[in-house]
């Protein structure tokens, strides 16, 4: 064990076999051999040297042509790590990648990476941020917005350098499985299990909330008011925007819904863009007031701020599905995957920023302490219904629900690994496509059960925005401190314990303010009764 084996994309001839039986061949069934999105783009590859294309072909056969024994070692599966890739007997390699939706085209770049966090990082959360600001004020509103997206955009960059690891051949692909090598697999279900599903099955659910309901404004704004053509319900609507949802989401991987993530992404910078400019083009209301609310008791005011702070955090989620994104790029030495992803995330959130700063400014400015706490969607209906062209309203609606079908597959591309995993671990081979069409199609109807049983859940945003608040600014820190190991008390070691201890602090304050503000606004519980 203590020679060094060089292991390349061509066949080696090991030691004798004395010392080549103690170490056995490590492998992937043939079926991840010929997977025809490894053909296209590899897992893993060397990028050294460009070869002939009949070495890059895995035989077909594991009998050689010459009577020495070889170790065959196909260029997909060869690890990240130094040159002479060390230690291949103990890396691990998962064979199932070639299976599931997240890692099975590797074909990625930029520009995808772009598509997919703009789509993911601006949503209609978004619209509620003017709330935030009723209760911190012009000059703190501003101040936590700027300071939780620099946050945010620093843990963001940890992810991305986290997704590789050189030391030991590893490309983390998905969200739980650096939280599972940072905590370990038991502690990682108690800590960021449930934030991450709520993150991907919750944000579907609310998607189809907000889809279905803006769906029959959009009918009744092209309609009109003198239209007597009798419209569907609410539950029915929602059922119209699942099913589109559902259909959306037969599109077999995450690369394969980059263009689906781009036109999410232009509806969401149009409508958020129509939003803000449209209320500040028709001037401040009446009567508005800029003086911070506040409550009757001191615990009553500091709930209220930390509520205010979750929905700003909230507004700011979209780190889960960081790693998921960046495992769609093929990785070399020499060209590894965080350097066009990286690319993609600073145009990707400089224009987050240049939608989330107008849409909370100008919302404020324009509505003040008179914004509903529906966000700026219902302020643009509630009071320009009238003096704005139905066509500007209908554009807005088409916009939010052409983005929330975008953002449910984004979304539930998660899910859908996860639970196309468990056939592929139990069967040992890839899931079958009307296997694949049915598991996505009950998801897609379970959201829309839970979304009609608890059609109040996008009331509980300063709640919410707690509980997922870790997996967006503190995690990240703890997993580089980890990972990484700085040294200790050096100024990122200091930098990175300070902001995960506050974090986790901050999280769990805003929980507590999320339960207290719900229970003491008297949130309208409605199950089974959409409105």
Not at 5 to 23: M, N, R
Not at 394 to 404: R, W, Y
């Amino acid at each position: 064990m203590a020679d060094a084996f060089e292991f390349g994309s061509t066949p080696a001839t090991p030691k004798p076999a004395s010392v080549a039986a103690s170490t056995p061949p490590i492998s992937a069934p043939p079926s991840q051999f010929h997977s025809p999105s490894l053909s296209r783009s590899p897992l893993l590859s060397t990028g050294d040297h460009i070869q002939p294309a009949s070495t890059n072909r895995t035989p077909r056969t594991s009998t050689p042509k010459i009577s020495t024994p070889r170790l065959r070692t196909p260029r997909f599966i060869t690890p990240l790590g130094s040159p002479i890739r060390r230690a291949l007997h103990l890396t691990k390699l998962d064979p199932q990648d070639a299976w599931l939706p997240i890692t099975e085209s590797r074909n990625g770049n930029k520009f995808y990476a772009a598509f997919h966090c703009l789509c993911s990082g601006i949503g209609v959360q978004a619209l509620i941020l003017p709330v935030a600001f009723t209760t911190l004020g012009w000059a703190w509103g501003v101040i936590d917005m700027t300071l939780t997206f620099l946050w945010q955009l620093y843990t963001l960059y940890l992810l991305v350098q986290l997704h590789e690891s050189t030391e030991q051949g590893i490309r983390y692909s998905r969200y739980m499985q650096l939280a599972n090598a940072t905590f370990g697999e038991k502690l990682s279900k108690w800590l960021a299990l449930v934030p991450i599903m709520y993150l991907s099955a919750g944000t579907c659910i609310a998607l189809i909330i907000i889809g279905g309901s803006t769906s029959k404004m959009f009918f009744q704004t092209v309609c009109g008011e003198t239209c007597n053509v009798k419209t569907l319900t609410t539950v029915e609507w929602y059922l119209v925007f699942t099913c589109g949802a559902v259909v959306l989401s037969q599109l077999p991987n995450m690369n394969s819904i980059a263009g689906v993530s781009l036109i999410g992404a232009i509806t969401a910078v149009g409508y958020c863009t129509i939003i803000w400019a449209v209320s500040v083009a028709e001037g401040r209301m009446p009567g508005v007031s800029y003086n911070p609310v506040r409550g009757s008791s001191d615990i009553e005011r500091v709930f209220d701020v930390l509520n205010a702070l979750g929905i700003i955090a909230f507004a700011f989620r979209g780190h889960n599905l960081i790693l998921e994104i960046q495992a769609t790029m093929p990785s070399s030495e020499k060209h590894p995957s965080r350097v066009p992803m990286w690319k993609g995330v600073k145009v990707a959130y400089a224009l987050i920023a240049m939608c989330l700063f107008p849409l909370a400014i100008g919302g404020y400015w324009a509505y003040g302490q008179m914004i509903p706490t529906g966000g700026m969607l219902t302020a643009l209906f509630m009071f320009h219904g009238r003096d704005t062209s139905r066509f500007i309203l209908a554009l807005t609606s088409l916009f939010v629900i052409i983005n929330a079908l975008s953002s449910f597959q984004i979304y539930g591309m998660p899910m859908f690994d996860d639970l196309e995993s468990l056939y592929t671990r139990r069967m040992k081979k890839p899931c079958p496509w009307w296997l694949r069409a049915i598991i996505r199609a009950l998801f897609g109807f379970l959201c829309f059960f839970v979304a009609v049983a608890i059609p109040f859940l996008g009331s509980m945003a300063g709640l919410i925005g707690g509980i997922a608040l870790p997996v967006t600014l503190a995690y990240p820190c703890f997993m580089w401190l980890k990972m990484k190991k700085p040294e200790m008390y050096s100024p990122m070691w200091f930098l990175n314990w300070g902001l995960g201890i506050f974090g986790l602090a901050l999280s769990g304050a805003q929980i507590a303010a999320g339960i207290y503000v719900v229970v003491s606004t008297g949130t309208k519980v409605s199950f089974f009764n959409p409105q």
